[in-house]
């Protein structure tokens, strides 16, 4: 089974943008979530076949897409905020549902995750 690798974390300064890519994309049902040392991990944003999902935290600043020509999901993340910094990793999930899911037990394939550090 090939699990999915992202990239594209990085450091950047409050405001700024960051864009996060995972590859491959091939799982219908997949999403991106974040953890910081001592907390657990949450999701962020998920996409499905009925459309895409985000946390309350998040919404209106991160947006998630899939190329498919691409193999590739992203995760465009602007007006970033010192909350923002995590571990951030994509998953999928081996059950196929329209709806997408922010919970993270539901998903089997995980990447080993990309670092985000946004500063004041």
């Known amino acids: 089974q090939v699990q999915p690798v992202e990239s594209g974390g990085g450091s950047v300064q409050t405001g700024g943008s960051l864009r996060l890519s995972c590859s491959p994309a091939r799982w219908l049902n997949m999403g991106w979530f974040r953890q910081v040392p001592g907390k657990e991990r949450e999701g962020v944003a998920a996409?499905?076949?009925?459309?895409?999902a985000y946390s309350d935290s998040v919404k209106g600043r991160f947006t998630i897409a899939k190329d498919a020509a691409q193999n590739t999901m992203y995760l465009q993340m602007d007006n970033l905020k010192p909350e923002d910094s995590a571990m951030y990793y994509c998953a999928a999930r081996a059950s196929i549902t329209s709806s997408p899911r922010l919970d993270p037990g539901t998903y089997a394939y995980w990447g080993q995750g990309t670092q985000v550090t946004v500063s004041s």
């Open positions: 996409v499905a076949l009925g459309g895409t």
